[in-house]
């Protein structure tokens, strides 16, 4: 495995439980809203709160999101061309062999 292979599933390794975590916190979210909301209660202050968060949450977490997507691009280009170079790789064959 080259260095390079390493690094993207290294990224992989890195990025999937953070994306499993907020995948599951999302889908959470909007089972909780949907249940209190289906008792009957206002669940617009809590929108609004959850937006303010969301807000607050963005800003702190500038850093980590610009370098989470400045390693994406890289990942998936490194990915595809590992794939393509392996799928792709057949033995040279010669024209003046006829």
């Known amino acids: 495995m080259s260095r390079e ?3 993207v599933q290294s990224r992989a390794r890195t990025v999937q439980p953070l994306l499993r975590a907020v995948g599951r916190l999302v889908i959470g979210a909007v089972t909780l809203m949907s249940a209190l909301s289906t008792l009957g209660l206002n669940i617009a ?54």
Request: aromatic content about 6%; some cysteine; proline content about 5%.
């Open 5 to 7: 292979e390493g690094g």
């Open 45 to 98: 202050p809590l929108l609004a709160s959850a937006g303010v968060v969301g807000i607050a949450v963005g800003f702190g977490a500038q850093t980590l999101v610009r370098d989470l997507f400045s390693g994406a691009p890289d990942c998936a280009a490194q990915t595809s061309l590992a794939t393509s170079a392996s799928a792709y790789r057949s033995p040279v064959t010669t024209s003046s062999a006829r």
